[in-house]
């Protein structure tokens, strides 16, 4: 069962936060509301879930409508059945492990053996077992933020919640938990809402990305295709690193679809590289191959200016005759400052995006 | 349908809530200060009302009130700066020193916070009044014609500043705690001595909590009723309070005066915060972190056994020496016989009065404590958690009798109640309206500071996984806030079980209540009777003093009236 928003507004005063949100964020599957601070993620999936009201719109969890500005209509949060896990974590010091797991049963009224039951399925399955009788406050971050998922699995609601629910953990744990939640997604079954800022968090997690911009949705779609079809500049450099080139000459039609650049350079492009007048080029860093400088007119030559060592792979800005170009080369470790390199890449890997 | 009714229930609950709270402000709060604005500006004859300065020009041209004027500045400033010094002092001694015992002795200093000020002038007039003075009938009988007298403005100053000298000290002890140690070895790195760190970093950055002990001080002080009636009356060194009560006691009372005098007690509190406020604009750089810290103890060798005695020598002055005077006194047939009977003791108390207005006390305290704690719970979560474009403002109104003198406050709940013909003035009920609109702003305050320390996102998860409104406040909210509300009850039940100078104006014999028997008892100077019952006053101070800590540990500053 998907959740529809359907031109959702909220404004603080004279502050607006949402201007009009539509988006379905599809059944059984993580969407992930991606965005700077105060770009109305969170405000959107806290309207969702009943803790704001929204100034005007409607909200569909399923087949129910939650909200509604016209005719005037708000089902109270704890009649919604969404479950959520809250940046905070939100676990209730003065009660046990299990206290806080049972309470969505206990407040349903379940018997008290079915709440026994699920509760320790829960803790089995977050990892947690035999732990149901510790203080919550004696746990680290980690297991509360397990605590926190348990909560929600125990919960009959169809829609999990999530409000930035790892930027709490340490690096570490927080890749770990990724690979959890999109497994306990699977195995849950449940339409899920991720919200965070963290662009690396959100396309190993998602199955669809909602990326937010000063409370519009600027665009939407599985993480690939947003990471290698931006449409705007924003979405190719909040989505990852990119090199913007805005002085190019298009030289279309003729010999083909190519790109002239610094006079010289000549990249060939695909015909749907979605070239529109006043586009920008964006190359993404890791896409340029980097080899000796063979003069020739399909290859960007400059001097490496800076190497950042990483490990895995080499980080280098290059300076060329358009400027200070950023590039990423697997391995790679053999380069010197000041060596000429030739940049190429593969028309494919050329795309056009909107100034904003 | 069933969501546009259960929307419907909510927010009538809501406004009606609101209303009441809109009342509580009105009726409580602005109406007593809007009654001393009135009553001293106003000339009111039925039927005819008219503004007049005449209140105004009998106070400015009487000697009597230039003088009450004098005396409280100098008794509260004095009793202020004593306190300040003690109080520092003894912040220092305990929290940055290795004087022997120290954390016993820091809790120990804490109690003069809730020996009744009353009580504590009562036992300072046992031992140092002249010719009934304990210490000096001992010095008389070593032959030393010198005497001690404690009914001067020395001597007032001297026993209020005393009794103030905690809430200095548990103030500066927490600025000292909160301070991050790093900064005074910063300044140490950077070449200075520890005399001239501390000169240089430690003291600016104590300056504005000692700033903030040094006003509070002084604003109990100008406040004080009991104290300086007790200590003064016998030279007639009277207050500004002591005005007050003088010109309720005419007849007919001469409302236009005491509201004039009032709004000089109010005027010089506003001063006094308006100071501080100046003094530390721009100087919010708050030392206290909320983290402790543990910061390096100064080794003062030989020289802790000074530290260790100036601190004991204080608690024996504010603490033991009382007790122990009072316990004689209480247990001499009559004052000073020599002849020491427990049976006295018990035969003090066991008397009718004694038990009708400790009976009075209880019933008012224990209504006026639920109540200020249930109001104030319900502000406080407005203040922090409501949504309502206006909470601050009701933040500052229901704040506002803080800065009021209780005496004050009494005068004006006084002249709202005596001309409206409902059953108000004259029954428990006036003091009851008396001591929730003053002292409400302490649970406030209690409350929505242990309230901000609940992450709202708690009781939005509980609305989430299922629970209603009320069910979320109830099973999350409330367990949580629970022990500061118990503590702010207690606190005012102390407050109230004691509370001399607003009770003196409002009672009348139905409606006696204990403190006000104890300052009948030292009118008519049955010195042993007085003992007992202020025996029995601290026996239930430090009582509510240990009740306060299991709920909560921190120290809590109160203020005594």
Redesign the interface.
């Known amino acids: 069962m998907s959740i529809i928003v359907e031109n959702l507004c909220k404004s603080f005063g004279a502050h607006v936060v949402l201007e009009s949100i539509s988006a379905i964020f599809p059944s059984r599957s993580i969407s992930v509301l991606l965005g700077a601070s105060g770009c109305g993620k969170t405000t959107t999936l806290r309207c969702i879930?009943?803790?704001e009201t929204p100034s005007s719109g409607r909200i569909r969890l399923g087949d129910r409508i939650v909200y509604e500005s016209q005719p005037r209509?708000?089902?109270?949060?704890?009649k919604r059945q969404?479950?959520?896990v809250?940046?905070?974590y939100?676990i209730?010091?003065?009660m046990t492990v299990f206290q806080n797991i049972s309470?969505?049963l206990r407040?349903?009224r379940r018997p008290r053996q079915e709440i026994a039951r699920r509760v320790s399925d829960a803790l089995e399955m977050v990892g947690l077992a035999g732990l149901g009788d510790r203080s919550a406050t004696q746990l680290s971050g980690g297991q509360q933020q397990r605590v926190a998922l348990a909560?929600c699995i125990v919960?009959e609601a169809e829609f999990i919640?999530m409000d930035e629910p790892l930027s709490n953990l340490d690096a570490r744990l927080r890749i770990a938990m990724r690979s959890e939640i999109r497994e306990l997604q699977r195995r849950l079954g449940r339409t899920i809402l991720f919200v965070t800022h963290d662009q690396e968090e959100a396309m190993s997690i998602a199955d669809t990305i909602f990326l937010f911009r000063a409370g519009r949705i600027l665009q939407s779609g599985p993480p690939e295709l947003v990471y290698q079809q931006p449409q705007t500049r924003y979405a190719a450099e909040f989505l990852g690193r990119a090199n913007i080139i805005a002085e190019f000459e298009w030289c279309g039609e003729g010999s083909g679809h190519a790109v002239r650049l610094g006079g010289t350079t000549i990249f060939h492009v695909t015909t749907d590289a979605g070239f529109v007048p006043g586009r920008l080029m964006c190359i993404r860093p890791e896409k340029w191959r980097i080899s000796a400088p063979p003069h020739d007119p399909s290859s960007l030559e400059g001097k490496i200016r800076s190497i950042g060592y990483m490990g895995d792979r080499c980080e280098y800005v290059i300076d060329t005759q358009i400027g200070a170009i950023s590039a990423v080369e697997l391995g790679g470790h053999n380069r010197r400052i000041g060596e000429s390199v030739a940049l190429s890449v593969a028309p494919t890997d050329i795309i056009f995006v909107a100034s904003d | 349908m069933r969501?546009?009714a259960?929307?419907f229930g909510?927010s009538f609950v809501a406004n009606s809530g609101l209303t009441l709270i809109w009342g509580f402000i009105a009726i409580l709060i602005a109406a007593p200060l809007a009654a001393i604005l009135y009553h001293a500006f106003v000339q009111g004859q039925p039927g005819s009302i008219r503004l007049t300065t005449d209140h105004i020009t009998q106070v400015l041209s009487g000697a009597i009130y230039w003088n009450a004027l004098r005396n409280t500045l100098v008794v509260a400033g004095g009793a202020a700066i004593l306190a300040g010094g003690l109080g520092a002092t003894f912040a220092w001694i305990f929290v940055r020193t290795n004087t022997p015992l120290r954390s016993v002795l820091e809790r120990a200093s804490e109690m003069p916070i809730f020996i009744p000020p009353f009580v504590g002038a009562v036992a300072w007039v046992l031992l140092l009044a002249p010719r009934i003075g304990l210490l000096n009938r001992l010095l008389l009988r070593a032959g030393i014609a010198w005497q001690f007298d404690i009914s001067t403005l020395t001597g007032m100053l001297c026993v209020i500043g005393i009794y103030l000298a905690p809430y200095v000290m548990l103030i500066v002890a927490a600025a000292l705690r909160g301070m991050d140690p790093s900064l005074e070895e910063a300044a140490q790195v950077c070449g200075l001595g520890i005399v001239a760190a501390s000169i240089k970093v430690t003291f600016p950055l104590l300056a504005p909590a000692f700033t903030s002990g040094l006003v509070l001080a002084f604003t109990i002080a100008i406040g004080l009723f009991g104290t300086p009636i007790v200590l003064g009356w016998s030279h007639q060194i009277l207050l500004l309070t002591s005005r007050i009560w003088i010109s309720s006691q005419a007849v007919p009372p001469d409302y236009g005066v005491m509201a004039v005098l009032c709004f000089y007690l109010i005027g010089i509190a506003s001063i006094a915060a308006a100071l501080q406020r100046r003094a530390l604009a721009g100087r919010s750089y708050t030392t206290i972190t909320g983290r402790g810290f543990r910061s390096h103890l100064l080794e003062l060798g030989a020289w802790r056994w000074l530290t260790f005695t100036a601190a004991a020598l204080y608690l024996i002055m504010t603490v033991l020496a009382p007790v122990v005077v009072l316990l004689l006194a209480a247990m001499s047939t009559y004052t000073w016989s020599g002849v020491v009977l427990l049976r006295n003791l018990w035969n003090n108390l066991a008397s009718e009065d004694v038990w009708l207005t400790m009976r009075t006390s209880l019933i008012i305290s224990v209504l006026s404590a639920t109540l200020a704690t249930l109001a104030g719970t319900g502000i406080a979560w407005i203040v922090v958690r409501g949504r309502v474009w206006f909470r601050s403002f009701i933040e500052q109104f229901v704040l506002l009798p803080i800065a009021v003198p209780g005496i004050a406050f009494g005068v004006g709940v006084m002249l709202v109640w005596v001309g409206i013909p409902l059953p108000v003035y004259g029954t428990m009920l006036i003091i009851i309206f008396a001591f929730i609109g003053r002292f409400t702003a302490y649970a406030v305050r209690s409350i929505s500071a242990s309230l901000v320390q609940v992450?709202p996102?708690?009781e939005?998860?509980?609305?989430?996984?299922?629970?209603?409104?009320l069910?979320?406040f109830l099973r999350?909210t409330l367990?949580?806030i629970l022990p500061s509300i118990v503590a702010g009850w207690l606190l005012l039940f102390s407050f109230f079980i004691t509370e001399l100078s607003i009770v003196i104006l409002l009672y009348t014999a139905s409606t006696r209540t204990f403190s006000v028997l104890s300052f009948e008892v030292w009118n008519v100077g049955d010195f042993s009777r007085l003992a007992s019952l202020s025996l029995l006053q601290l026996v239930i101070g430090l009582l509510i003093a240990s009740g306060i800590r299991i709920f909560l540990r921190p120290g809590i500053v109160q203020e005594p009236t």
Request: proline share 10%; hydrophobic share 45%.
């Open positions: 879930a009943g803790l209509r708000s089902v109270p949060v704890e969404v479950s959520m809250f940046q905070s939100a209730w010091p003065h309470l969505p407040a349903a909560r919960s919640l | 969501g546009q259960q929307r909510a992450h996102e708690l939005e998860s509980a609305r989430i996984f299922g629970l209603g409104p069910r979320a999350i367990p949580l």
